[in-house]
């Protein structure tokens, strides 16, 4: 039993609505084992811009910082494609990141028996999968210089810097060995070591780091053909550690084997404050209309008291209803079924929380 302060950032289009079924959740576990949360809010993304012509306030920054942990929605619309890069609702975020010392991004892909026929892929190749995809967040070309687009006519020209550091590659690789041991022992390190020399520093540390870890079977693959062995055996994979731009990639891919990437939630960990959200964007199509699958919000919150808070009964606790809703034919737009009613956003969350207070 505790007091914790559960940053929330909402953010646009539908982090809105799966963001308050996040918390509805995360107040019955709070209920179910005694703990006390308490939700600030705060701004980022296009609402800040629009607020105060900032992606990421300070007041949030600090805020977020005092907090225990952040849950987080989603950021970013069709509004605000045209501002400046450095004030766009993605540089918010990733400013966030940074600022957090965020450098892991654990982004699990679990298919789920119950939605083996959402997927496009055909289930006997996708039943049993289990991939746990571990992004580097804070470094890789998303954050290297130089960067910039400068020149005249023909010869104007963008460019950014693919760079990693040692100390970088070392913590991350450190933890996917550390995750991998309390799953299946395997590790797969994902590169492109044949063409970029920051991916050649990549191999060799990672194979460095593997030395404390004999217990660990660590494979390497290229990129191109991790993202093929993915849809053609994606069974053959346990922990797949990654650079940032590979892993924003693969990890989209991943969610397509679950069947909606409105399924999948991630945690942002490494540093004093972790923080939480579903890996699917704003989908500003589909916001305001009760038409967003929550799941992915709700796993965020159990993501969120496994590693932000340490509470892992009350993450299983939340992880064991959404198998339930799932079991129960409980289906939002995005994972429709033939036969089964599609629910509203509300409807969904509310099912989840049925089973968390029924037992
Ligand atoms: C993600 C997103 C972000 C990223 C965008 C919104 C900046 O695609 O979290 O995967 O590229 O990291
Ligand atoms: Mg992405």
Redesign the pocket.
């Known amino acids: 039993m505790a007091n914790y302060t559960i940053s929330v950032i909402h953010g646009d289009g539908i982090g809105q609505e799966v963001g308050v079924e996040g918390v509805r959740v995360m107040q019955a576990i709070g209920e179910k084992f005694g703990h006390t949360f308490t939700f600030p809010e705060y701004l980022a993304g296009g609402a800040a811009l629009d607020a105060h012509g900032v992606p990421l306030p300070d007041d949030t920054l600090k805020g977020v910082k005092d907090s225990h942990a952040l849950l987080f929605g989603a ?2 619309g069709p509004k605000w494609e045209k501002v400046a890069h450095h004030l766009k609702p ?1 540089a918010g ?2 400013k966030l990141r940074k600022e957090l010392g965020a450098f892991a ?1 654990l982004r699990p892909a679990v298919v789920f028996d119950e939605l083996l026929d959402a997927s496009t892929l055909k289930p006997e190749v996708l039943r049993g999968t289990d991939i746990m995809v571990l992004r580097e ?1 804070t470094g890789g070309i ?1 954050f290297g210089t130089p960067r910039g687009i400068d020149g005249e006519g023909p010869q104007r020209r963008g460019y950014n810097t693919e760079v990693y550091h040692v100390y970088e590659i070392e913590r991350i690789a450190k933890m996917a060995f550390e995750i991998a041991r309390g799953r299946r022992k395997k590790v797969c390190s994902v590169d492109k070591a044949n063409v970029l020399e920051s991916s050649q520093l990549w191999r060799d540390t990672v194979i460095g780091v593997a030395k404390a870890f004999p217990d660990v079977a660590l494979s390497h693959m290229y990129v191109d053909n991790a993202a093929m062995q993915l849809i053609r055996d994606p069974k053959q994979f346990d922990v797949i550690v990654t650079g ?1 731009i590979f892993g ?1 990639i693969l ?2 891919e991943s969610s397509q084997l679950t069947g909606s990437i409105g399924m999948l939630a ?1 945690a942002s960990v490494g540093g004093p404050v972790g923080f939480f ?1 579903p ?1 699917h ?1 704003s989908a500003p199509d589909i916001a305001g209309q009760q038409k967003a699958n929550p799941l992915a919000m709700i796993g965020s919150a159990a993501l969120l008291l496994r590693y932000g808070l340490k509470l892992e009964a009350e993450a299983i606790a939340i992880e064991a209803a959404i198998r339930a809703v799932l079991k129960d034919g409980k289906r939002t737009g995005d994972i429709k079924q033939a036969g089964l009613p599609v629910l509203t956003t509300r409807q969904m969350a509310d099912a989840v929380l049925g089973h968390l207070r029924a037992k």
């Open positions: 950021i970013g993605e975020l990733l991004n967040l998303y940032n924003d990890s989209d991630s959200e890996i964007g």
